[in-house]
């Protein structure tokens, strides 16, 4: 994975985030990733870029100790 700069281009921050620029732009225009715009220039601060993945992260499902199968385990869960 490439470092965060302090500031990052979209480009940037897209490659890090291993997405296309057009799916960071449509993200930038949701208001789901915090941004600095610098006339046309959009730019993305690590803290931001960090914080929107720390919000975005799923936690993992805790692991199957009765050793069924994973879909028997997901209709005892309720999922």
Do not use: C
Not at 18 to 30: D, F, G, M, S, W
């Amino acid at each position: 994975m490439s470092e965060l700069d302090d500031i990052n281009t979209i480009e940037q921050t897209a490659e890090y985030l291993k997405i296309e620029t057009t799916k960071l732009r449509r993200l930038v225009n949701q208001k789901k990733i915090a941004f600095l715009k610098q006339g046309h220039v959009l730019t993305f601060p690590r803290a931001a870029v960090e914080a929107y993945v720390e919000s975005n992260t799923t936690a993992a499902i805790p692991p199957n100790t009765w050793g069924l199968t994973d879909a028997s385990a997901r209709r005892i869960r309720g999922r």
